[in-house]
Structures are given as C-alpha cells and as structure tokens.
C-alpha cells in the first residue's frame, strides 16, 4: 500500500481518524463538515450510510461542495462491507485525501442484527479505518452521541472512540483523546 510522503522530511505520512460526536441530526453536522472540508477547493469522499447527501440536498449546498465531492451511498439497512471497495474506488478516483463517514454505526442498532454480529462487523470497520488512515487519508466518522435504548451495543460508539485519533462532540468544544473513552466495557472492544 502506498503512503503519502511528506516532501520537507521525506517521510511516509499516516492518516488520522477523527470521530464527531452529535446529539441534532446528522445532516447538519455532516453539511458543516463537507463545507469545510471542500472550502478550499479539497476533493472529498463522502460515504452516506444515513441519507443525508440525497441529490436534492447536495444541490442546495454551495458550488464549492457539490463540485469536490463525490458521494458513494449505503442503503440504511445494507451491509457496509460490500461498500469499502466502491469507497476506495471513488476515493482512488478522485484523489481525494479526506473521506466523511455519515451514519457507520447507525445499522449495527437494528434489531434485526445480533449483538455479537455488531461487534463482529464494528471490528471490520476498524480495520478498514486502520487500512485508510495508514494509507495517508484523512477519514471522519460522524454518529449519533445518543444511546438510549441501545442496551448491549452502547460500547460500539465508545468502541470506535478508543479507536479514533481524535474525538470531537458538537461545534466548539475541545477534543478528547480515545483514553476518556476507555473504560471497563469497552476496553476490551476496543
């Protein structure tokens, strides 16, 4: 696998993973992100497991959004792991250098998904995640900080957290290492 080089040292370059935690709705989070992130004129790779990048709301955004993004979508209920490659694809594509992840973790919460399947697929996700950044990528995941009534699977966000290179909740607050996330539960998930 090929690693970016950093041209002042010669240096191969690893990726950071980066983990936003929101309580309001995905789509608003996920907007400001892409804005960001393409305000520059940076080429992104959007994966939208949770239907907010529609193509009626991708053309109300800025120019400078819908021009540098390209957008691979998930079925809410699919199977994420057959999106990898058609993410690594368009990622390859179009050069991007930043991915954002909307809505991972959103399908290992059904019901129809046991507990023990969840870990299982959470703990493939990591990996690719690993495989991403390791490659020079920078990868965003955004999910719901709300665990209500998740029971058992309220260690996958905290899980992915541990994992993450940084965390931040919401807009404005200072981030937090994967060490605040560890804890007796997800310790060993993670």
Same mark, same amino acid.
């Given at each position: 696998?090929?690693k970016?080089?950093? &041209?002042?040292?010669?240096?191969?370059?690893?990726? /950071? %993973? /980066?983990?936003?935690?929101?309580?309001?709705?995905?789509?608003?989070?996920?907007?400001?992100?892409?804005?960001?992130? !393409? @305000?520059?004129?940076?080429?992104?790779?959007?994966? &939208?497991?949770?239907?907010?990048? &529609?193509?009626?709301?991708?053309?109300?955004?800025?120019?400078?959004?819908?021009?540098?993004?390209?957008?691979?979508?998930?079925?809410?209920?699919?199977?994420?792991?057959? %999106?990898?490659?058609?993410?690594?694809?368009?990622?390859?594509?179009?050069?991007?250098?930043?991915?954002?992840?909307?809505?991972?973790?959103?399908?290992?919460? !059904?019901?129809?998904? %046991?507990?023990?399947?969840?870990?299982? @697929?959470?703990?493939?996700?990591? %990996?690719?995640?690993?495989?991403? /950044?390791?490659?020079?990528?920078?990868?965003?995941?955004?999910?719901?900080? &709300?665990?209500?009534?998740?029971?058992?699977?309220?260690?996958?966000?905290?899980s992915?957290?541990?994992? @993450?290179?940084?965390?931040?909740?919401?807009?404005?607050?200072?981030?937090?290492?994967?060490?605040?996330?560890?804890?007796?539960?997800s310790?060993?998930?993670?």
């Amino acid at each position: 696998m090929m690693k970016l080089v950093n &041209d002042s040292m010669n240096e191969a370059k690893e990726g /950071t %993973l /980066t983990v936003w935690r929101t309580e309001g709705p995905l789509e608003d989070i996920a907007f400001d992100l892409a804005a960001e992130l !393409t @305000a520059s004129g940076g080429r992104l790779v959007v994966l &939208d497991a949770a239907g907010c990048f &529609d193509p009626s709301s991708v053309s109300r955004t800025a120019v400078t959004i819908a021009l540098n993004m390209h957008v691979v979508r998930a079925s809410h209920s699919g199977d994420l792991q057959s %999106l990898w490659p058609a993410l690594r694809a368009a990622q390859q594509q179009t050069q991007a250098r930043r991915i954002l992840i909307v809505g991972m973790l959103e399908h290992l919460y !059904t019901r129809e998904m %046991l507990t023990r399947d969840a870990a299982r @697929a959470l703990g493939r996700m990591k %990996l690719v995640l690993e495989t991403l /950044t390791r490659s020079g990528l920078e990868v965003i995941v955004v999910c719901k900080a &709300d665990a209500a009534d998740l029971g058992a699977r309220s260690y996958l966000l905290a899980s992915l957290c541990a994992s @993450a290179d940084e965390v931040r909740y919401g807009y404005g607050r200072a981030p937090l290492t994967p060490q605040q996330y560890i804890d007796g539960s997800s310790a060993a998930i993670a």
